[in-house]
């Protein structure tokens, strides 16, 4: 019954209302590591949205309308004190800027899941294999908007946990101090 769901399977302990937010370019394993870690109903993932609007989960078009769906229901799992996890590549900070802003608002915690150790190349070997293409040029931006844990503390998350490329979490390494 969900709710005696109390919490995320083995090696994730998240408090009743947590916002998890995935983080990382595409193709570094987000929607696989959500899928494994997480009960279904958890997580709201853009990519099935954008299907659920345009038959097609790479339709950049049905974005705007995914996106929309996807604040719904956040909010109104957030209201309720439901953790939730939004599976998406949150790459651009004024995505995150908003996420972060919503469980503020219902003062949910908040965590997000950095995935940062998968290189560019194995992302693109992943890519060639994968149905859903990434065209390449995105694929390589997205790699140089990857934040960093710092970065991600800074905006406002209350905990950062980085996702190795073995799918294993860990506490995020401090980053060296600028002397
Ligand atoms: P997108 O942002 O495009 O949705 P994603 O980050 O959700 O991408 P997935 O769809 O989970 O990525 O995985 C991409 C590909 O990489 C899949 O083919 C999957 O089987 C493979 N993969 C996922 N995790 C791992 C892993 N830990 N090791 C090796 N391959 C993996
Ligand atoms: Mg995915």
């Known amino acids: 019954m969900l709710s005696e769901v109390t919490g995320s399977r083995p090696g994730l302990d998240l408090a009743p209302g947590t916002l998890t937010v995935l983080v990382g370019p595409s193709l570094v394993g987000k929607s696989t590591f959500a899928v494994r870690q997480f009960p279904p109903t ?67 915690p908040t965590l997000a899941l950095l995935f940062n150790q998968v290189s560019l190349e194995e992302c693109q070997r992943r890519n060639a294999i994968r149905p859903r293409k990434v065209p390449p040029d995105i694929l390589r931006w997205q790699h140089t908007l990857i934040p960093t844990a710092q970065e991600l503390r800074a905006e406002g998350f209350d905990q950062v946990l980085t996702v190795a490329a073995d799918a294993t979490v860990h506490a995020a390494a401090p980053e060296a101090v600028a002397r």
């Open 42 to 108: 958890w997580r709201i993932c853009l990519d099935v949205l954008r299907g659920a609007v345009a038959d097609d989960e790479a339709d950049q078009s049905a974005t705007t309308v995914a996106a929309a769906v996807q604040d719904l229901l956040l909010d109104e799992r957030l209201a309720r004190g439901l953790r939730t996890v939004i599976d998406s590549t949150a790459l651009l900070p004024h995505v995150r800027t908003k996420l972060l802003a919503r469980a503020r608002y219902y003062r949910r």
